[in-house]
C-alpha cells in the first residue's frame, strides 16, 4: 500500500514563472490537506480538500495560489506568478475521514513533500 | 494567541532520555500529535494522546499532558543516534476544525 505520493521532489523555478505540485492520497483516502513549510518554521496549515470540493481554503494566499482535487488524478496545488518568498517545502497529507467528520480522532499521512526553490 | 509552541533545538548524549516540551493554545484541544520528520521525508505519526489522559506510553517514547497548564511533552528513553530528527507537537483545534503545528524540535544526539 503506497504511502502519500508526492512529486516533484525538487522543483526550480524562476520568478514570474507558474508552479505545480502534485499529490496522490493513499489508497483509499478522499482527504488531502496541504501545509507549507518555511525554513526553522512549524507547518503552515494551507487548504483542505475533499474529492471536488474545496472544504477549507483559510490558510491559502489569496492572490496567485490555487487548489484543486479532481474527481479522477491528484490534488494539485499551483502558484502562479512565483516569487521569492514562495520558496519552501510544501507538504501534503491525506486521511481516509477528513477532521471534520472525524474530529480530533484523524491522523494524517505525509508525503515526503516538494521543495519549491524560485530564483 | 495561535501558535503552538516548541524550543528549535535539544542536544543529548547517547543512551540518556530526551524531553521535548510543547505549550499549545486551544484548551478545548481534543487530540494532541508527535510528529516526526526525518531529513528529507515527511512527517511521520508517532503518537497521540486524547486529552481526558494524563499520560501515554508506547515503548521508549512517553507523552505527558498537562491539560491545566496546555503542556505537552514526549520522552525519549535510551535516546539512539537513529532518533536524530525534528520532533512536531500538534494539536486539534475544534475551534477550527484542523489540526495546527508547532515549528519543531531539531533532537541532535552527541556520543
Known amino acids: 500500500n503506497a504511502g502519500v505520493m508526492q512529486n516533484p521532489r525538487h522543483l526550480v523555478r524562476r520568478r514570474g514563472q507558474e508552479a505545480r505540485l502534485r499529490c496522490s492520497p493513499m489508497?483509499?483516502?478522499?482527504?488531502v490537506y496541504w501545509y507549507r513549510q518555511l525554513p526553522e518554521e512549524g507547518l503552515k496549515f494551507m487548504v483542505y480538500l475533499q474529492k471536488e470540493n474545496i472544504i477549507d481554503e483559510s490558510g491559502m494566499p489569496k492572490e496567485r495560489f490555487s487548489a484543486e482535487f479532481p474527481k479522477e488524478g491528484p490534488s494539485i496545488l499551483r502558484i502562479q506568478q512565483v516569487v521569492r518568498g514562495d520558496s519552501a517545502a510544501y507538504f501534503c497529507?491525506?486521511?481516509?475521514?477528513?477532521?471534520?467528520?472525524?474530529?480530533?480522532?484523524?491522523?494524517?499521512?505525509f508525503g515526503s513533500g516538494t521543495q519549491l526553490s524560485v530564483l | 494567541g495561535e501558535d503552538v509552541e516548541q524550543s528549535l533545538f535539544l542536544s543529548v548524549r547517547e543512551g540518556d532520555s530526551s524531553v521535548i516540551n510543547c505549550t499549545y493554545t486551544?484548551?478545548?484541544?481534543?487530540?494532541l500529535y508527535w510528529y516526526k520528520q526525518e531529513p528529507g521525508a515527511g512527517l511521520q505519526l508517532l503518537t497521540y494522546i486524547f486529552s481526558n489522559m494524563d499520560m501515554k506510553q508506547d515503548q521508549r517514547l512517553t507523552v505527558l499532558l498537562n491539560k491545566k497548564d496546555k503542556h505537552l511533552s514526549l520522552r525519549i528513553a535510551d535516546t539512539q543516534t537513529g532518533d536524530s530528527a525534528i520532533y512536531f507537537c500538534?494539536?486539534?483545534?475544534?475551534?477550527?476544525?484542523?489540526?495546527?503545528f508547532g515549528s519543531g524540535t531539531r533532537l541532535s544526539i552527541r556520543p
Open positions: 489508497k483509499g483516502h478522499s482527504h
Open positions: 500538534a494539536e486539534f483545534r475544534s475551534s477550527a476544525s484542523k489540526i495546527i
Open positions: 486551544d484548551s478545548s484541544s481534543t487530540y
Open positions: 497529507a491525506s486521511s481516509p475521514n477528513g477532521v471534520i467528520k472525524a474530529p480530533g480522532g484523524e491522523k494524517l499521512f
